[in-house]
């Protein structure tokens, strides 16, 4: 596959825009905490935390969401890695990320450790063992043979983004789920939620962060 970057426009607050799917990276509110309501406490994270903890994502974008997991790991007292594979069709350069990261000074120990490392595909760290799997999800992740116990789904809106919300891609989530394990997402389009039900989740719409009304719960029974 040829290597294709993510292109980005730069809002004057500093934020990335997919110039490709012409959606923000992250909430112009607050990124930090959307991704802590919808991801972190959708997933009822860091409560399920535990030794060989396993968290998949669909869209890695600028980290975020990994490095807010992998902090709250550590804060929580684990001390072994948490397992953190990201599909990813258009990666962001490691410049590119930086410069969104330091939006975020909370996470700076971390996103510092992490940049330090980071040479894409890998990285692995005495607490973290990151893989970004390049490319199409929906021909990647039915090649993919783990299995996770908990789900981001953060690709770009599902109304410009379809591909990375179709019915068969939540089947292949759901194929790659642990049972009891979870998934979690800030949108609450009917059609994603009916995809999760479908692939065997039990689905519950919640309170969204910020001017998003509703996000969507899911459990594998």
Request: aromatic letters at 12%.
């Amino acid at each position: 596959m040829a290597d294709q970057h993510a292109e980005l426009t730069w809002t004057e607050d500093h934020i990335p825009v997919s110039d490709r799917f012409d959606d923000p990276y992250y909430s112009l509110q607050n990124g930090l905490e959307e991704t802590r309501h919808v991801f972190l406490a959708g997933n009822d994270l860091p409560a399920r935390f535990a030794p060989g903890f396993r968290i998949a994502e669909l869209g890695f974008g600028t980290g975020l969401n990994m490095l807010t997991a992998w902090s709250e790991w550590e804060k929580s007292g684990q001390s072994t890695p948490l397992s953190f594979s990201s599909f990813e069709a258009f990666p962001m350069t490691a410049q590119d990320m930086a410069r969104a990261l330091a939006a975020f000074p909370e996470l700076k120990p971390w996103a510092a450790r992490f940049l330090a490392q980071w040479r894409g595909g890998t990285c692995k760290l005495d607490t973290l063992h990151l893989e970004v799997i390049e490319g199409d999800a929906r021909q990647t992740l039915p090649a993919w043979t783990d299995q996770a116990d908990a789900w981001f789904l953060d690709g770009f809106s599902p109304a410009k983004n379809p591909e990375l919300w179709g019915a068969d891609l939540m089947q292949q989530v759901a194929s790659h789920t642990v049972k009891g394990g979870t998934a979690a997402t800030y949108t609450a389009a009917g059609f994603v939620r009916r995809g999760l039900q479908e692939a065997g989740f039990n689905v519950s719409r919640t309170a969204g962060f910020g001017r998003k009304r509703h996000m969507t719960r899911a459990v594998l029974p």
